[in-house]
Each structure stands twice: as structure tokens, then as C-alpha cells.
């Protein structure tokens, strides 16, 4: 075994696998931008650009859950930090369209005439802009370096995100004078300058919306075939381990989770514009556990698993919480468990399972060296 | 020999009330390949454990001038310090390839992590072949046998380049031929670094051993060569027990704790 044996040829990557994922790309590009905005009625397009927010919000789960095996469970947070920032933006930009000083909502229910000094800078396009990715990434700075240093992990991590959702939603509720409180922001009618009402511009908000997820996937895929992308799956697998190689795994994880949050905030931006609102009943505990079960479905580990069961989970949400109001809730609850208990790779890892099945045992793959445990007693 | 000595003076671990290592004196000379051995319970693991910073210990641990205890378990890593458990921990879902690649990434900046690996590293290439991986570079870890997951794991600390080796139990559950290829392993990887070896395995420890330290009931019983530990009385009454002969090795068990 001692004896330096000559390297095997490099088997160059074959032609199928060079081509598989900028091909998938592309297909995932003309299908989005191409044949989406062709074939469904501006109401569906609409409804499919709310699935892409949350798809987008899966991308970032993907990376923290996926590869850095951090459930992350209180992604609202992000996704509200976000879509509160947008939407104060054009709530100003509306306001100043019509010539008021305030937000409707704030002269219905304020009790100053001022707006509240943390508004103000948020009437400039840009710093919204800015605040729409670096105030959930700054949270989720703060928040994951306190956590990942302590070591919480696991479901402590899990009910930790879960409470913070709780925490803003609630919050966010109470401040009705400055933050909407429970309907939120809503009634938003324009876009940087252009009308939400004119279905053309919808498209234009899919379209924007499309590219950016298309733009994160790529970015995620960057990341997770990266040195750091192998990294962070020795840390999901075995953090002491990581450790031992002299690495901090608390900052490998910061980095996953923070970029992860980044995402979410994009995603709540781009989905104010699209939807029209942003409330407390869209960030708190049941949209953020909504959130991963897409991701959860379609596979977290696999980046194109992650997104299509996020669209085809959110899909199935509209169309059954309609029949069935009720029932949803127990249902999303089922998906949840029925994925992470039988099927944690998804069903994006279907494929590989069942072969598996059929094939009772995997032949080991190299030259024997048997393991006899019992050879010495 | 180039290199730091590690050196250990009064050493104490307790976990709530019990006193696992109990006053420890050590002192391991650059380029040793030292055993430490000892029955079940004797404090070996825990040994290791403090030194490497995974438990709080009181007394002094240094290396060369540093003194770790008190240091963060990444931080004594990153002085050179590196080591095994008794059960192979490699990253199972990752290749050999991207096993080595990681262990040799430590101090990697975050430009160069964020990029995709191009090529081998040099150090990789070098611990492939020391560990006879080579052929296997591309398999996932996870499927290797248990003995060649060790020798992953010893070619991790090679490309870490570490100077210090601990190694908790690295032939248990070997066959025979794995083991000589382990000894001759360390053999050769001792030649310009320090190794600390936990065994159980008498055979193995009179093959490979330069020094050995007897550990019992959290305390140092005996030190010495395998010959002078051998004949050591004290070691023959709690260690090797009821066989004072020469070659008791069957009355000792492999251990089998998780």
C-alpha cells in the first residue's frame, strides 16, 4: 500500500458534465425570461414573480441549510428587514408623488405631524436600496456571531431564528403609528418613478425579479463549488473536525448565514413591488417555516432543488389555501417533517435514493482491505 | 531534530468531581515517536483532549515556549498541533482530494477561498503518496476502508504540517498488514516531527515505539523504553496484570469505546 503507485490518467470531465450546468442555466434563463412572460396572463406572471421572491429566499437556505446544515428558521427576519425598506422607500416616494409630507397610513393613525427620524433617510433611492441587503446581512452579522461563537447549534439555532421572527413580527405589529403595525405597509403604487398599476410594468418587476434570482443562483453555484463551498459542507459534517484543522468554524458559518440573509432581504425588496404589501403576517413564524420547506421538498443541498420546490411549495400554497383554508397549515406542517425525517436530501435526491434501494449494496469501490474488527480479540 | 519538545507540568482534568488526569508530567522531546498506554479509564484520551484544548485543564501544557492551555482548540491547531480520534472523522461526503485540500487550507485568505481549486497543492500531492491515497484521491471518503481512513486522516495532518501529531488509537480494528503499513507510516512521518501515539496494542507499541509513558489512574506510572517499561514491576501489576510474562498481548483488548 506504502508503494507510490503512478497517477492514473485525469479522466478529463466529460463532455455531458462540462456542458450539464451552464446548459441548465441557460434553460432556466429562457424558461424565465423567455417562455414565462410568453405563455401566462399578466395575472399569473404576477403571481409567478411572488414565487420567485420566495424562491430567491431559497437560494440563500440552500447555502446555509443545505451546505452549512444551519436551519435556518427565522429567515423572515431578513425577508421583512428587506421588504420594510423598500416599501418605506416607496411609501415616501409616493407620498412625495401627491404632494404629502407623510405616508397615508401615518396621517390616519400618527400622532405627530413629524416623520419619525428613522425614516427620513430611507426617502433616498439608494441608501433604501443599500438597506435592503446590508441591514439583514448586519443583523445577521451581529446575531451569528454571537450565536455561532456560544456554539448554539442545532434545534437551539432553529427555535432561536424562530423566536426572532416572532420577536419582529410582534414588534412590528405594536409600532402601528410608524410601522403600519398589523396591515402593514400597503397600497403601494409606484415603482422609482413607474406605476404599479400598469400591467406593463408588472412585467418589467418579473423581469427584474427573474434576473436577480437567476443572478444569486449563479453566485450560490460560484460559492458552492468554491474552496469555502467545500468547507462549509467539513463543517456541516463534522465542525470539531474542522476545528482540529485549525480553522474557526463560527466564521464559516457567519459567512453562509450572513450571505444567506443578504438573499432574504433581496428577495422581501423585490417582493414589495411585486405584491403590493409587506406586513407582519408575511415575516413571522409561519412564512419563515414556510420559507425552508420548499427548500426542504425540492432538495436543500442541490441549488436547483432548492428553488423549484420553493416555486412548485409556494404554488401549491396559493391553490390550496384557497380550497382548503384550513387544512394548508396542517399540510405544510406534514411536507415539513414527511422531508426532513425520510427524505433530507429532497426530491431532488429521489433519483439517487431509489437506485440505491434497488441495489441492496454498493459495491466497494477499491481493492480489499478488509475491516476486521474482531481480528485482534 | 528540529522542532518543539512538549512539555507538561501538574496537569489536572476533572469533570464534575472526578479527576481524570490527575497530576501528569510530560515530557516529550522533539522527533519522538512516544506511546502512551494505560488501561481503560487511564486518562490517555482526556490527555489529549486537554492538550489539544477540547477540555479545561489546570497545570501547564507548553509547546516549545507557547503555552496552550487556555487557548482556543483553532488556535493550538494553527501552532502545529494536530490530531486523530479514535474514530476516523473525515469529512465522508468529501473526496480524499478535498479532504487534504481543506486540512491544507488553514490561514487560507478569503480570496483564494472563495475561488474554485485549481490544481493540487503541492503538500496534498506529497501526503497522497506517503499515505499510498493516491489512486483513491477522487473517491469519496466516505466509502474507504476503515484502515485507509486513517491514514486520510494522518495524510490531513501531514498537509496541515503540523508538528506535533496525536494519534488516539490509529490501529484499532486494523489488520495485521495495515498495521506494519501504519507503523511504517509513522515511522517515516516521525523523522522530522513529534508523535504521540495512544495504543492498546502491545505488539504494535514494541514494533514502532521510540518511548513509552505508562498511564494509570490519571497518574504517569511509568516511563521509559518498551524494554525498561516492560520490566518495570508496577506497569506488570496494574497493567499487564495476570500475564507478567514477556508477551502478554492477548490479555490486553483492543478498546472499543465510540
Given amino acids: ?377 | 531534530m528540529n522542532g518543539e519538545g512538549l512539555t507538561i507540568r501538574d496537569l489536572r482534568v476533572t469533570f464534575d468531581g472526578f479527576t481524570a488526569v490527575d497530576g501528569v508530567d510530560l515530557d516529550i522531546s522533539p522527533g519522538d515517536l512516544r506511546f502512551l498506554i494505560g488501561p481503560n479509564g487511564a486518562g490517555k484520551t482526556t490527555l489529549v483532549d486537554a492538550v489539544t484544548g477540547l477540555v479545561r485543564a489546570t497545570g501547564s501544557v507548553r509547546f516549545g515556549d507557547e503555552e496552550l492551555l487556555g487557548k482556543a482548540v483553532h488556535r493550538i491547531a494553527r501552532l502545529g498541533i494536530g490530531r486523530t480520534f479514535q474514530t476516523a472523522t473525515v469529512f465522508e461526503k468529501l473526496t480524499v482530494l478535498q479532504n487534504l485540500d481543506i486540512a491544507a487550507g488553514a490561514g487560507r485568505g478569503p480570496l483564494t477561498l472563495l475561488r474554485r481549486r485549481k490544481g493540487v497543492p503541492q503538500a496534498v500531492t506529497k501526503a497522497l503518496e506517503t499515505t499510498g491515497l493516491a489512486d483513491l484521491r477522487d473517491r469519496p471518503a466516505g466509502v474507504l476502508a476503515h484502515g485507509q481512513k486513517q491514514w486520510l486522516e494522518i495524510g490531513m495532518l501531514l498537509v496541515q504540517d503540523v508538528r506535533l501529531l496525536l494519534l488516539d488509537e490509529p490501529v484499532a480494528g486494523m489488520s495485521h498488514e495495515e498495521r506494519e503499513a501504519t507503523g511504517e507510516l509513522l515511522r517515516r512521518v516521525s523523522a522530522d516531527r513529534t508523535v504521540v501515539v495512544i495504543e492498546h496494542d502491545m505488539d504494535f507499541m514494541r514494533s514502532f515505539a521510540r518511548s513509552v509513558s505508562v498511564l494509570h489512574a490519571g497518574k504517569v506510572l511509568s516511563e521509559g523504553t518498551v524494554a525498561e517499561v516492560q520490566a518495570d514491576t508496577k506497569v506488570q501489576e496494574v497493567y499487564l496484570g495476570r500475564a507478567a510474562e514477556p508477551r502478554p498481548a492477548p490479555a490486553v483488548p483492543v478498546a472499543e469505546e465510540a
Wanted: hydrophobic share 55%.
Fill in chain 1, 1 to 377: 500500500m506504502t508503494t507510490t503507485t503512478p497517477e492514473p490518467p485525469r479522466t478529463s470531465v466529460p463532455v455531458t458534465e462540462r456542458f450539464r450546468v451552464p446548459g441548465a442555466f441557460l434553460l432556466g434563463a429562457v424558461l424565465l425570461l423567455g417562455v414565462a412572460p410568453l405563455a401566462l396572463s399578466d395575472f399569473r406572471l404576477s403571481l409567478l414573480a411572488k414565487y420567485l421572491c420566495y424562491a430567491i429566499v431559497a437560494v440563500g437556505v440552500s447555502l446555509a441549510w443545505g451546505r452549512g446544515g444551519l436551519m435556518v428558521l427565522g429567515q423572515g427576519v431578513f425577508f421583512g428587514l428587506g421588504g420594510y425598506a423598500m416599501a418605506m422607500h416607496l411609501k415616501l416616494a409616493d407620498a412625495a408623488d401627491t404632494g404629502q409630507k407623510l405616508p397615508d397610513f401615518m396621517q390616519l393613525y400618527g400622532t405627530s405631524d413629524a416623520l419619525p427620524w428613522w425614516w427620513k433617510p430611507f426617502a433616498n433611492p439608494v441608501f433604501a436600496l443599500a438597506m435592503t441587503v446590508l441591514l439583514p446581512m448586519a443583523v445577521a452579522a451581529v446575531l451569528g456571531f454571537l450565536v455561532f461563537r456560544r456554539r448554539v447549534k442545532g434545534a437551539y439555532f432553529a427555535i432561536l431564528s424562530q423566536a426572532l421572527a416572532a420577536a419582529l413580527s410582534i414588534w412590528l405589529v405594536g409600532q402601528q403609528a410608524t410601522t403600519g403595525g398589523t396591515n402593514g405597509l400597503t397600497d403601494i403604487q409606484g415603482f422609482f418613478g413607474y406605476s404599479l398599476d400598469d400591467p406593463v410594468n408588472q412585467r418589467m418587476v418579473y423581469f427584474v425579479i427573474a434576473a436577480v434570482l437567476l443572478l444569486l443562483m449563479a453566485l450560490a453555484r460560484r460559492l458552492f463549488v468554491s474552496r469555502y463551498g467545500e468547507l462549509l459542507v467539513a463543517v456541516r459534517d463534522s465542525e470539531e473536525r474542522v476545528r482540529f484543522l485549525g480553522y474557526d468554524p463560527a466564521n464559516v458559518k457567519l459567512v453562509a448565514y450572513v450571505v444567506a440573509a443578504g438573499m432574504a432581504g433581496l428577495a422581501g425588496a423585490l417582493f414589495v413591488p411585486a405584491v403590493g404589501i409587506i406586513s407582519p403576517a408575511l415575516i413571522g413564524i409561519v412564512p419563515s417555516i414556510g420559507f425552508v420547506i420548499g427548500a426542504a421538498v425540492g432538495g436543500r443541498a442541490s441549488l436547483v432543488g432548492a428553488v423549484l420546490g420553493a416555486i412548485a411549495v409556494a404554488w401549491a400554497q396559493s391553490t390550496l389555501s384557497d380550497e382548503f383554508p384550513a387544512a394548508w397549515t396542517y399540510l405544510q406542517g406534514l411536507l415539513f417533517v414527511l422531508a426532513v425525517g425520510f427524505l433530507p436530501g429532497g426530491l431532488a435526491s429521489l433519483g439517487t435514493v431509489l437506485r440505491r434501494r434497488r441495489t441492496p449494496k454498493a459495491p466497494v469501490a477499491q481493492e480489499p482491505v478488509p475491516v476486521t474488527v474482531g481480528e485482534t480479540a
